[in-house]
């Protein structure tokens, strides 16, 4: 088969973007979308192209090194007029600046359908369909990109070689996308938040790049609802990333630390009821702290201020907390210049056993 004519006929847009996002190079269906050849479109800023409804998006895309993945988003294409496509954006290993922009127009009968679906809910169950309308034309991209190496040598293979490894990473991001987009909660359980905490302790210590992390626990505590595997994985992500937060500190520290907050209420429970939050966990570090921009939006998809960061580990973070039927806020304390991130959650319903007699 005939790469080149493999590569003509891919459904989706691909657009090559050079340090500063001018288009280096564009398949026909990206001239399709653009409505210009790519004689035309060969140099020309993205954003004489495009512009993009959602702000904080736009800002994301502008950071050469970033992941992004954004599906139904609004965008008003110049000489096209309004359309609602879905994006993919990664940067090439090795090539400062360059990114890979994938884009999909949607429709307006699809794009009437996901209305409603836009937001926070929209923007996480989003790679579910991703997954399955962008993972096999990446395939076929690999696949092309290959069979065009097999005829390119020195820094033409090398291009192809590059192209192929960048369809990898976006496969896994989608994959971990996918995480977010899950529609069933978690079947809960009653579980030992301080054998969670030192599971996940483990996991970051293995590493073995994160500080000393100190622990606070109040070993009377009752056992909470929730599901040990998705304890696990929001204490390696906010237990990793106040790592990464006070790694640069004169004398970088974390500390995790349990206790009993009675009073705290959740009014909205999955059965509607309201719910007792009254286990408190706390993940601090004493790293600089977020951004203040930042400070209001750091559990939305795509906020981060990581310059290789997706965005998404807080999101996923506050995914798995609400699926059980929690809550986390997060904190600052300039005076003592500690970052405090708060999870809150229910007690098991027999919450009268002690977390000291399951870890004997």
Known sequence: MDAQRQLSSLPLAVVLLSPGQAVAAANPAAEQL??????????????????????????RLLEADANVSARATDVLIVGQGPRRIDVVAAPLVDQPGWQVLTLHDIGGAEAMRDNAARGEEGVLRAPAI??????????????????????????ERAMTTLIADEVDRIAKLID???????????DLAPCNL???????????????KAPVI???????????????????????????????ACRSAPNPSITVRTRFASGLQLHQGADGAPVR??????????????????????????????????????????????DMNGRITHDRDDQTGITHFRVHLPMADNGKSRAREQAA
């Open 34 to 59: 653009f409505g210009q050849s790519l004689r035309r479109l060969k140099g020309r800023a993205l954003a004489d192209l495009m512009t993009f409804d959602e702000p904080l998006l736009a800002d």
């Open 130 to 155: 991703l997954a399955h309308e962008i993972k096999n034309p990446l395939a076929g991209i690999r696949g092309a990109a290959q069979l065009l190496g097999r005829k390119l040598d020195g820094n």
């Open 277 to 322: 939050l009254p286990i408190e966990l706390r993940v601090s570090d004493n790293g600089p702290g977020i951004d203040p921009t930042l400070r209001e939006h750091v559990f939305e998809p795509f906020v981060t201020s990581k310059k290789s960061g997706q965005g998404l580990g807080l999101a996923l973070v506050r995914r798995l907390v609400r």
């Open 194 to 208: 301080h054998e969670a905490i030192r599971r996940a302790k483990a996991v970051i210590e293995a590493g073995g």
């Open 176 to 186: 971990q996308m996918q995480t977010l987009s899950r529609r069933n909660s978690p």
């Open 214 to 244: 100190g622990e606070e626990f109040d070993p009377s505590l009752p056992l909470v609802s929730g599901n040990v595997d998705a304890l696990v994985q929001v204490l390696i992500n906010l237990i990793a990333n106040a790592a990464d």
